[in-house]
């Protein structure tokens, strides 16, 4: 057994595989715990759109709740124009207090409602932050029309105390919180895709792109740097069409949701493991096998700053910033839009593609940089087996 263990560990790959695995877990460890520190702490850093369709008569609530908010609010003239700004996913949600508001919450019969409007096609983080957010947020508005509404009824009637404490009971549930959803969520399973998608896709890149170098290195002695560059382009594309369809119909046969239509999802996804597949083999272009480790590097940073898992606006500001140069944040966002509904994913798609073809120059870059290598070096045995073959032929004075 110790000469087996021995031989093992004399080989270059197993040491490469346990240098691997270690650091798949230095990595990971450092981005994500680095990446999600201090999340909770920003959550003012998400953004909330406030229409008061009441005027005047609730100015002062509109007022109160831009200040009280726990995240940063603006104050929008029609609900239009706060759905616009919703569905493009610049708000996380959206408060209207409706026309009528206050004088439903001044009468004795009737209930007045906070409407709450939240976009779904998001992070699965924002759905429920929102909608905990929301019933707090009814609760303060229903402390102050309660307190007005005593205010206004000991003044107008002259009750006393204990009729005035009465009434102030009967306004302590004057006002619920009516929750809409838009581009809803079918179930978890489907709030988990875009990153199931990414890390399928970027993994299975990466593996692939180590395979391909390996042949590529086993090849240099018979193509030449550039065909094989050609070749590997042409394998990819190849590639990125077949996996990411396999997967999309997947998707579809086990409930996956696609409001935008199966053919935008495959297409979309065959840009993005394209992409993918670019940026991955990138590194191997550059550095080789070694190349590898950026890979798993680029892998953890991806997950944390895509904004699959967490909103990106919670992210340190180095993470979120550098989300902007990964392929993974706009493969998350276009995903979201044509899966859940939304805008058009034409930015995200354009992205992706700036960043593939910047990825396929550099590559291409790499390869200028190398030399071919002498086919009868990287081929001693066949060139051995040729001096053999000329030293067994007959000579002429033989003959």
């Known amino acids: ?22 650091m798949f877990q230095i ?21 909330v759109g406030i229409v008061n369709a009441d005027g005047e008569a609730s100015s002062a609530i509109a007022g109160n709740l831009q200040k009280s908010v726990p995240f940063q609010a603006t104050v929008y003239e029609n609900e239009q124009a706060a759905s616009e700004a919703l569905n493009d996913k610049d708000l996380q949600m959206v408060i209207v207090i409706p026309q009528g508001f206050m004088a439903n919450v001044q009468a004795p019969d009737k209930q007045a409602s906070l409407q709450f409007t939240i976009n779904e096609a998001n992070a699965s983080m924002i759905k429920s932050v929102m909608q905990s957010a929301a019933e707090r947020i009814s609760g303060e508005v229903n402390k102050q029309a309660m307190a007005g509404g005593t205010q206004a009824l000991l003044t107008s009637l002259n009750m006393p105390a204990e009729q005035a404490q009465a009434a102030a009971a009967s306004l302590s549930d004057k006002i619920q919180s009516d929750i809409v959803s838009v581009n809803k969520v079918d179930g978890m399973n489907n709030q988990m895709v875009p990153m199931m998608l990414v890390l399928a896709s970027y993994v299975g890149a990466m593996i692939m792109g180590m395979n391909v170098e390996q042949s590529s290195m086993f090849l240099s002695g018979q193509l030449g740097r550039w065909r094989r560059f050609g070749a590997r382009i042409a394998i990819n594309a190849a590639a990125a069409l077949f996996v990411s369809g396999v997967g999309v119909i997947l ?18 996804q065959i840009l993005t493991v394209l992409v993918f597949m670019f940026v991955s083999q990138m590194f191997l272009f550059i550095f080789g096998m070694a190349g590898m480790l950026f890979n798993i590097l680029t892998l ?50 354009l992205m992706l593609a700036i960043i593939g073809a910047s990825a396929l120059l550099i590559s291409a870059g790499a390869v200028a940089a190398r030399k071919d290598r002498a086919p009868a070096a990287a081929h001693p045995a066949a060139h051995a087996a040729q001096a053999r073959t000329a030293s067994a032929a007959p000579s002429p004075h033989q003959s």
């Open 251 to 268: 998707l579809a046969a086990l409930g996956g949701q696609a409001e935008h239509g199966f053919l935008l999802l495959w297409a979309y």
């Open 1 to 22: 057994m110790r000469q087996a263990i021995r031989a093992f560990l004399k080989r270059p790959t197993t040491i490469v595989g346990i240098i691997t695995a270690l």
């Open 300 to 349: 953890s940073l991806q997950l944390v700053t895509s904004g699959a898992m967490l909103p990106r606006e919670l992210l340190p500001s180095f993470y979120m910033h550098l989300g902007d140069v990964f392929p993974a944040t706009y493969a998350v966002q276009g995903m979201m839009d044509i899966l859940y509904g939304g805008p058009s994913a034409g930015r995200p798609a």
């Open 27 to 47: 990595i990971f460890s450092v981005v994500w715990m680095t990446g999600y520190d201090g999340v909770t702490d920003r959550i003012d850093k998400l953004r």
